[in-house]
């Protein structure tokens, strides 16, 4: 064991203000009776004392904690010098009120991409008209099929040809299934357009463009669900007429009186091309 002066020289080394030992050391002189004394009531009275000392750390300026050497007759001095002090509000900084508006970018960057519209269309030729007709079962129109014989009715009533020749193979969007290739509502759009634009300057002249379907609506005439049963002027596509689709057709009769209603306008364009 070494002596008092020696540990006490090792402890001020080590920066140890206050200590107790576990057991009687040799050659130690007595603990005074003050450093004995339960220390539960102690730690309560800076708790009652923490608002003024926040008030004046608020003024002064903060200062790293430290620790005191106690003095003889000082109860209590141990626990309120060894409890650290409440810091003092301080101005956040600058980098940390910019991360919320970094973040908020960061969740943009990361938000989902609405998925790409589904359709398939074909395009025929009736006549002076040619015919955007949405597939509702996305495969080619069969000659038993429901829709096209509702399709056929439209022609004859229209004073069209019964039955209307292809016109190409049917536009299915999305084109592809995978990759990072931009398949949006606009790229759709524009593909739907450049198609039926192509198709137009290949052959004979079109009196009217049939839209028939939402999807043939949208995408080609960029008209919505009220624009059905109206006339469009589409920019590179001419004159266009907004029809529901085959198979909502044969949902909703009351449609089709609404529909003929609309065509007696409608078919003086291509009528007065084939007076016959």
Do not use: H
Not at 91 to 101: Q, T
Not at 179 to 197: S, W, Y
């Amino acid at each position: 064991m070494i002596e008092e002066a020696r540990r006490r020289a090792y402890l001020g080394a080590m920066q140890v203000a206050s200590w107790l030992p576990r057991v009687v050391l040799p050659f130690a002189a007595p603990s005074r009776p003050e450093l004995l004394e339960p220390s539960a009531p102690l730690v309560a009275e800076p708790t009652v004392a923490a608002p003024a000392a926040a008030a004046r750390e608020a003024v002064a300026p903060v200062a790293a904690p430290s620790v005191a050497p106690v003095t003889a007759g000082e109860p209590g001095s141990i626990a309120a010098r060894l409890l650290p002090k409440v810091a003092a509000p301080t101005k956040p900084s600058p980098i940390k009120a910019e991360e919320p508006a970094e973040a908020e970018a960061e969740q943009a960057v990361r938000a989902p991409v609405a998925p790409p519209p589904r359709f398939a269309l074909q395009l025929l030729r009736a006549g002076e008209c040619i015919l955007l007709v949405e597939l509702p079962t996305g495969e080619p129109l069969a000659s038993r099929d429901p829709a096209y014989l509702l399709l056929k009715d439209l022609l004859r009533a229209a004073g069209l040809p019964d039955s209307p020749q292809l016109m190409g193979e049917p536009v299915r969007w999305p084109l592809f299934s995978r990759g990072n290739m931009d398949q949006g509502p606009q790229a759709a759009r524009e593909f739907v357009q450049g198609f039926v634009a192509a198709r137009l300057e290949e052959g004979a002249p079109c009196s009217c463009l049939w839209l028939v379907g939402m999807p043939a609506v949208r995408f080609a005439g960029e008209g919505d669900e009220e624009s059905l049963l109206r006339e469009l002027q589409v920019e590179g596509l001419g004159v266009a007429w907004a029809l529901p689709g085959l198979e909502r057709l044969a949902e909703e009769p009351t449609l089709k009186a609404d529909l003929w209603r609309a065509m007696r306008r409608v078919r003086q364009r291509w009528m007065s091309q084939n007076p016959a």
